[in-house]
């Protein structure tokens, strides 16, 4: 499959019996950014081993500490 390749994101979302719009995808690679926004989910970029603004271009929600990510969630409105 070509990129983005959503299927996996949608297909878990389906098993858990969430609508993709109530997801929320951490991810920190470019790939993984394009295909977790491409199966209409909130993305989040971990940036620490990663170029943020790439991350950012492609629509993630950006972070760099993972202590962070507790907050992050339940800011979430999915």
Do not use: H, W
């Not at 620490?48 to 929600?61: F, N, T, W």
Request: aromatic share 8%.
């Amino acid at each position: 499959q070509g990129k983005p390749f959503p299927e996996l994101y949608l297909y878990a979302a389906e098993k858990m019996g969430v609508l993709p719009e109530e997801c929320a995808v951490i991810e920190d690679s470019i790939s993984g950014v394009r295909d977790g926004i491409a199966a209409g989910m909130t993305v989040f970029g971990y940036t620490e081993r990663s170029d943020e603004l790439l991350l950012k271009k492609e629509g993630a929600v950006i972070f760099d500490n993972m202590l962070d990510l507790p907050d992050l969630l339940k800011a979430f409105k999915g």
